[in-house]
């Protein structure tokens, strides 16, 4: 069912906002445009009204999920690649039309530890596309190669290098036009294509690269690492944004060394005595900048509406930080108290240049990559970085039954519900728990409200990219890309750029 004049209003339902809260209020939204509208604006300027109402009946209207790591689902591996160039487009399809039962309508397909030559032709198959009923696949997450050996888990040894060539290295692997600073990497609307890397800063080559990738618009996250605290917080400072799947793959935490752990609870203030770095300022190199800032990658708006010039506030940056490495060590700089600010600040949180800015992290919500306990712990100390993934393998699927299945290169995995193991052994293989399970799991692990833990399934995810003005919000402006919930985080519906393209009992919500 359409509406005559293409509007729609849903009433009587819980829109989660972006501090996590849950707001009894309607939505508009323009399905032929597939945005969502300021509703006071196309009443009173447009002098138009919605021709269909939808009655949510209570229910929760959120953005869309967004799940930033997803190694393949529904059979379709991103990963394989037998040089059959339809065939993958065809697993792409079959993902991206299958998963919006999971109140997933954006992803970001992952690519493990691989052979060298297949990343290139892997990777230009990821670029950025969508189809009239699926979910968008905004590009590309490489989880590998330049990892460290002793953190593996169920990557391919032999797969695993280093980078002498620092950059260089880099482009030789992934190629260099995936690489490039904007070139055809663009979404609808010009937006640019989402490119996540997954390295180890201690591995050679590795920490001379980050800059320089956060400056092409690469969203550098530390994984699969034995980084100790200090060479973590220079990858930080060098501009790496993200921690992939907090508690695997990395040292555990150690109160001498927290290590990657450790950066969610580093102070995000740089005052007094014990202000360990010093102010570095944004790059005006990087694509798009962080707090402070409101210069957007296309230019100084963002439009609220397609129709009209009102503006939103800006997308969040992804900061370029220059001069970071000396030989004095963090630990020793915190002792030494160098700073040119009084010895104490007399008031909590006194800020000084916010020179250092934490880095989301990623979790696993399943009850088995961490302990609810763990969860619980990460998220108290740094709310506003925590991104839920699933890090699933290509047996998501909420309708296969438990067993042994084939993998890749003539391994298989055993499948015990949500979880996932190499055969034979006790090595976690990603994980077959949908992210609506995930944001429950959260709510339930953390306590937190279930806007709460949406908005670590929504906005948090986006933010991190830096496309937050367009999807995991309900912003004027934003992608109509919606997932209509029970009062229990079930999904009921899903909805992309304004248009219902699953429910639950296959038949359309009450309208």
């Known amino acids: 069912m359409t509406s005559p004049n293409g509007l729609i209003c849903f009433t009587n339902c819980l829109l989660p906002s972006e501090d996590g809260s849950l707001v009894e209020k309607d939505l508009w939204i323009d399905e032929r445009r597939g945005v969502i509208l300021d509703s006071q604006r196309t009443f ?7 021709d269909r109402i939808i009655d949510l009946r209570g229910n929760i209207l959120s953005p869309g999920l967004i799940d930033i790591q997803i190694n393949g689902a529904y059979g379709f591996d991103f990963s394989v690649y037998d040089g059959d160039d339809e065939a993958y487009r065809e697993g792409m399809k079959t993902v991206a039309l299958k998963i919006v039962e999971t109140g997933v309508t954006s992803l970001v397909p992952t690519i493990v530890t691989q052979e060298k030559s297949l990343y290139p032709k892997i990777l230009n198959l990821l670029r950025p596309f969508s189809l009239l009923k699926s979910a968008n696949l905004l590009g590309w997450h490489a989880e590998g190669p330049f990892i460290q050996m002793a953190k593996r888990g169920a990557h391919t040894p032999p797969f695993i290098i280093p980078a002498p060539d620092c950059f260089k290295s880099f ?29 180890a800063p201690e591995i050679e080559g590795v920490m ?26 220079s990858a930080v400072i060098h501009g790496a944004r993200l921690i992939t799947h907090l508690f695997n793959a990395m040292p555990q935490l150690h109160h001498r060394d927290p290590s990657i752990i450790g950066l969610i609870g580093a102070s995000p203030y740089l005052s007094s005595a014990f202000s360990p770095i010093p102010s570095v300022p944004a790059s005006p190199a990087s694509p798009i900048s962080r707090s402070g800032s409101v210069r957007l990658q296309h230019g100084g708006k963002a439009t609220s509406e397609a129709f009209d010039d009102h503006e939103t506030p800006p997308q969040t940056p992804i900061v370029a930080r220059q001069n970071i490495i000396s030989t004095e060590s963090i630990a020793q700089k915190l002792s030494h108290g160098k700073s040119t600010w009084p010895e104490f600040h007399l008031e909590k ?33 740094y709310p506003e970085g925590c991104i839920l993934i699933t890090d699933a393998m290509k047996i998501l699927d909420p309708h296969l039954k438990d067993g042994v299945h084939e993998w890749r290169d003539g391994k298989k995995f055993v499948k015990e519900g949500d979880k996932l193991y190499l055969e034979g052994t006790d090595t976690l293989a990603g994980s077959v728990v949908t992210l609506d399970k995930c944001v429950r799991n959260f709510s339930r692990f953390t306590g937190c409200s279930l806007g709460e833990a ?26 109509a890309d919606l997932v209509v919930l029970d009062r229990k985080g079930n999904v009921v519906s899903t909805w992309v750029k304004g248009k219902e393209v699953w429910t639950k009992n296959g038949s359309s919500v009450v309208a």
């Open 171 to 199: 482009e030789n692997v992934y190629g260099a036009e995936n690489l490039a600073v904007t070139e055809d990497w663009v979404m609808e609307g010009d937006q640019v294509g989402v490119r996540i890397i997954t390295a």
């Open 349 to 381: 949180g006194h800020v000084t240049d916010m020179a250092f800015e934490r880095p989301f992290y990623e979790l696993i919500v399943d009850g088995i990559h961490s302990h609810p306990n763990s969860v619980r712990l990460a998220y108290g100390t």
């Open 44 to 50: 009173f300027v447009r002098k138009e009204r919605p």
């Open 454 to 479: 949406i908005k670590c399934a929504t906005y948090n995810p986006a933010k991190c990219l830096g496309i937050e003005n367009r999807k995991g919000t309900l912003r004027p402006g934003a992608d």
């Open 208 to 233: 001379d690269t980050v800059t320089e990738l956060t400056n092409r618009g690469v969203v550098f996250s530390i994984g699969h690492s034995i980084a100790t605290t200090d060479i973590a917080t």
